[in-house]
């Protein structure tokens, strides 16, 4: 398939301890979607198109083999949560191959050895958060059965925030629940020490998960980035300061940023941070450089392990 190989998954990707019927439903999207990618030949050369395409795909085949086959309960659960395992699984199953080196004339010289991709980051500590999640959050969700919010379900939407910043709309769309619910929730999981606030109000507000299950020491990354940014505006603070949290401290290309910050802009951005001291040089190749986080942003306890 052109612009798009499968790869493998992980047999214990987005798993999470129990829940087998949660995981024979991941299980059923992963191959049903792996099955649509191999069944595309010639895809759209636009990624997004490509993308679009393969995911109405995915819900027409989910339509026709499960129609009259599992309950409408079971149904509505794994359609509720197609977004987040699409997102997840889509990646892993769809990745573009390396273009072929064009052939080498007289007195060429071989073409450059390619970049890899980076690996892939992870920006929470996850048996942390899994470990909090069992053992606390059972006080706070409801125990009806079928309920809309489980610990799996909450483990997930945070994940899937990799620590950045989310409204209370993103939380009431994940879980399905009215606003007043969601914000009900939302102010327990503050109190319970889940979650932090920006400290705005109205359409303004903003949660995020706690810095105590990041790998990195996300108060003090935004707090540097914001002051570092600051004649840049707020805003790009904000969303430049929840990429470096994904990052999880991670080395990452300074051309990583190229697709949501112009080259110019983004060359401002990285020396302000390089002169700011909130990012170091890992590597550098004539003008190509691998950034990351000092080690200093990282939690003690992961530089502990």
């Known amino acids: 398939m052109e612009g798009c ?3 493998s998954i992980s047999p214990t990707a987005g798993r999470w301890p129990g829940r087998p019927q949660e995981s024979l439903d991941r299980a059923l999207v992963a191959g049903l979607l792996l099955e649509l990618v191999l069944e595309t030949p010639e895809p759209p050369a636009d990624p997004q198109v490509c993308r679009s395409l393969i995911k109405a795909r995915l819900k027409h085949s989910l339509v026709a083999h ?3 086959q599992v309950s409408l309960d079971r149904f509505r659960r794994l359609v509720g949560n197609l977004e987040h395992w699409f997102t997840f699984y889509y990646p892993l ?4 191959p390396e273009p072929a080196p064009a052939p080498a004339g007289p007195g060429a010289q071989a073409p450059a050895r390619p970049r890899p991709s980076p690996p892939p980051r992870r920006a929470l ?3 942390r958060l899994q470990t909090w999640l069992e053992n606390q959050v059972q006080g706070i969700l409801p125990q009806r059965p079928h309920r809309k919010l489980s610990p799996e379900k909450l483990y997930e939407f945070l994940c899937h925030t990799q620590g950045g910043w989310f409204r209370i709309k993103d939380f009431q769309q994940h879980f399905h629940v009215d606003r007043k619910t969601a914000w009900e929730y939302l102010q327990k999981f503050l109190t319970a020490g889940l979650l932090r606030h920006n400290r705005e109000r109205s359409a303004a507000v903003r949660y995020c998960l706690d810095t105590a299950f990041l790998l990195v020491q996300g108060e003090a990354v935004r707090r540097e980035v914001g002051q570092a940014l600051a004649p840049q505006g707020p805003a790009l603070a904000a969303g430049v300061a929840d990429w470096l949290i994904a990052s999880g401290g991670q080395a990452f290309w300074q051309e990583e940023w190229h697709g949501q910050l112009e080259a110019g802009r983004c060359q401002q951005v ?3 941070l390089l002169l700011q001291g909130v990012l170091e040089v890992a590597h550098q ?3 190509r450089r691998l950034l990351r986080l000092p080690s200093r942003w990282l939690q003690t306890s992961v530089n502990e392990k």
Do not use: M, W, Y
């Open 93 to 96: 199953v769809c990745s573009k």
């Open 66 to 68: 499960l129609a009259g």
């Open 270 to 272: 990285v020396s302000r």
């Open 125 to 127: 500590q996850e048996e």
């Open 5 to 7: 190989r499968p790869t």
């Open 285 to 287: 190749s004539g003008p």
